[in-house]
């Protein structure tokens, strides 16, 4: 090649790569290297961009998506092609059902040889296409610049999501004049920033301002648009009660007087009273999940329904929706606000503090002192140490992923990072790490099943390797516990492969110099969340709970809303046998 | 009811197999769906049919939109336009049959582009239904092979490719009548 061009400067496929990346502000990539981004890894030496060594490649994408939610930022994958990059898939997957946006960058076989089953060579474009919101095969260094400037912007505009970027050996090999100012994305037919017509506001204030029993759904919308205060202020202003999806959790004050707690399948029972009895339902940020809406044919039958989304395919997808506003939440309700009259509503509100009814007496909290470490009180003493912090809590899926929701109070978005739409085990401990590296001022704790640890506990490497100080609390009930819980209420108690078998956790991670401890004791889960946060460094914490819990109240998968299995308490039954 | 839609594509390799995917993860059945270049060669023109309700349509629509590649999405359904599809059929006609199949392929104003000793290769270009009758008045005499391209559609008059490619926000209004969102 000559260089012709003045100024431009030459350089390798690889060497524009990380300088793209460096350019799009990344400070920080999980990766694994491997014969098809070898160069890419060459080239690693000139960049100022951290590599996080991983130790299996569904780490990575967890990392990277870990890394998204806590700070906001793109979070970026590195891995090599064939098996390396079809690791990537469960983590992509992830992403691309919580709207989360990550770049993942593959090395893919040279371009000549592609379709020759080389060694190593997958589709992954064909692979990821159905699970990311847009990917690209690279075959030429000089596609490189302007595919890694889309890539960014895909992932992070709009409703975010993830974007796998496949880079054959060649085009990372081979070295051509890069220009970032030339390589604007060209994307004709994207289109990121829809805004509702003002007829449809006009719609929506009219139905605000006639509902008597309204109730905000309040989804992961909100935190992705940054839209925190506009909800706050337009619930106090409208005197409107707010219900949390678990995605949601964080995106409005736990302690807010307005704040009702979770929707759902495990949600309080008064919040699902409450939404089956409204009649308007604000869904902010938030898709009408199955989990979330049970039955449809019974879900909130007498509520009208404004739907505020930025993406138009959620639009009456689950629910049927009488007004919707399609555009970025903050923006929508920032044109809102001004609009919204002042509306006392405290008939209403009263309404939902009598549907609160035995609750509280059903709680495992209240209830008597069995003698028995429940994974409530882990989760219930946990939150009263850690709340004052910057704290960020990362769970996996089960049991323990609900109980976190319940008894973990969050009063900040970003404070709890969880898999919900695909619910992905082994999502923590990879995830946990990634809010580390974007938040290393941040208290970062890992809740954590004893099954789900076991997908990715290789990761304890990457936090010794990485020093870390990454807390880990291990709900350790020795059963696959949500699916024993299925089998418990579903299937006759047959426990068919549930019951674990579990290596010692805590030799585990002194194995790798992990301080690590065992809690059987209710009295002794304070003073180790206290020891393991004064320990300079990342500590193991193996919490071993009642077998045999369950998660109250639930409903069903295809119940209604309302119908939902509570916790059977001595102190209700006494009561309503007087 | 069948929904026919018209959609602009970026004419980038692997565009069909993602508006292809597409339809079948969000589990809609297509009917037929043809693909072709356009006026413009940066633009590939889809015409993509697939039995809907309104409301399925209208998310069949956005969905086509998440696609980063797709330009345009027009729903014509209900739209003044020209639909065609091709058909080849060769039918048996021996020599006493052969007269027969020749008046019916002209009242349909098809043409014969093939005579063999024991067959007669038919083309018919038309509206779905137009082939379908012919196809019926054959089958008596033996189809012995058929192909059909699947239909191709234009809306009539006021021309909407343009928009395609000059302008970020597509020509909603003359896509969709009452979508509920704007684009």
Known sequence: ?578 | MLNTFVVYVENKPGVLTRVASLFRRRAFNIDSLTVGRTEKPEVSRMTITVDADRDQARRIEANLYKLVNVLLVENITNQPSIVRDLAMIKVAATHEARSHVLELASVFRARVVDVAPESLTIEITGAEDKIDGLLEVLRPYGVLEMVRTGIVAMRRGKSSSGDAVSSRNGDQAAGGDDVAYSV
């Not at chain 1, 690279?138 to 960014?152: D, G, K, L, N, Q």
């Not at chain 1, 929707?263 to 989990?291: K, P, S, Y």
């Not at chain 1, 001022?441 to 990485?466: K, R, Y």
Request: hydrophobic letters at 40%.
């Open chain 1, 1 to 578: 090649m000559s260089d012709k061009n003045t100024g431009a400067a030459k350089m390798t496929g690889a060497g524009i790569l990380w300088e793209c990346l460096e350019r799009e502000g990344v400070k920080h990539v999980f990766g694994y290297p491997g014969g098809a981004i070898l160069p890419a890894y060459d080239a690693l030496k000139h960049s100022k961009i951290h590599h996080v060594l991983v130790r299996h490649e569904q780490g990575a994408t967890h990392m990277a998506d870990g890394y998204a939610r806590a700070s906001g930022q793109v979070g970026v994958a590195v891995a090599t092609s064939g098996p390396g990059a079809t690791n990537m898939v469960t983590g992509i997957a992830t992403a691309m059902l919580d709207s989360s946006p990550i770049v993942c960058i593959t090395g893919q076989v040279g371009s000549k040889l592609i379709g020759s089953d080389a060694f190593q060579e997958t589709d992954i474009t064909g692979v990821t296409l159905p699970i990311t919101k847009h990917n690209y095969l690279v075959t030429h260094a000089s596609e490189v610049a302007r595919t890694i400037r889309e890539a960014f912007y895909v992932a992070r505009s709009g409703r975010p999501g993830p974007v796998l970027v496949d880079i054959t050996k060649d085009a990372q090999q081979t070295t051509c004049d890069f220009d970032w100012e030339a390589a604007k994305p060209q994307l004709p037919g994207y289109r990121p920033d829809l805004s509702p017509e003002p007829k449809e506001y006009e719609q929506a204030l009219e139905l605000i301002h006639n509902a008597k029993r309204p109730v905000i759904l309040a989804g992961h919308g909100i935190v992705i648009s940054g839209a925190m205060n506009e909800v706050r202020e337009f619930a106090e202003r409208a005197g409107i009660p707010v219900a949390m999806t678990l995605l949601g959790i964080g995106a409005f004050p736990a302690a807010h007087p307005l704040n009702l707690g979770m929707m759902g399948m495990h949600g309080e029972a008064w919040v699902n009273h409450t939404i089956q009895e409204a009649d308007l339902l604000l869904a902010f940020g938030m898709r009408f999940d199955d989990r979330v809406t049970g039955n449809l044919k019974t879900y909130a039958p007498n509520a009208k329904k404004i739907h505020v989304e930025i993406d138009p395919a959620e639009i009456n997808k689950n629910v049927k929706v009488d007004v919707a506003l399609v555009g970025d939440l903050r923006e929508v309700l920032n044109e809102l606000m001004p609009k919204v009259e002042s509306i006392d509503r405290s008939e209403w509100l009263d309404f939902i503090d009598k549907l609160k009814g035995d609750s509280a007496v059903r709680d495992i909290q209240n209830l008597p002192d069995s003698g028995h470490l429940y994974a409530a009180h882990v989760i219930n003493d946990l939150w009263r140490e850690t709340r004052d912090g910057d704290t960020v809590v990362v769970t996996d899926v089960g049991q323990h992923q609900m109980w976190e929701a319940q008894y973990y109070k969050h009063e900040k978005a970003r404070s709890l990072i969880t898999s919900g739409g695909l619910g992905t085990m082994g999502f923590a401990l990879p995830a946990a790490i990634g809010a580390k590296v974007a938040r290393p001022e941040a208290e970062v704790w890992v809740v954590v099943g004893d099954g789900g640890f076991q997908m990715t506990m290789a990761e304890l490497a990457t936090i010794v390797q990485e020093n870390l100080k990454v807390h880990i609390a291990i709900i350790n009930n020795g059963y696959l516990g949500m699916v024993r819980q299925w089998q418990e209420f579903f299937y006759d108690r047959n426990y068919a492969a549930t019951p674990l078998l579990n290596p010692d956790f805590a030799k585990l991670g002194e194995a790798y110099c992990i301080r690590s401890m065992t809690i059987t004791d209710r009295a002794q889960v304070v003073p180790s969340v206290r020891a393991a946060r004064e320990h300079d460094g990342p500590v193991l914490m193996n919490f071993r709970v009642e077998q045999e819990d369950s998660v109250y109240p639930m409903v069903a998968a295809g119940a209604a809303l309302h119908e939902m299995i509570r916790r059977p308490s001595k102190i209700v039954e006494t009561a309503e046998d007087e």
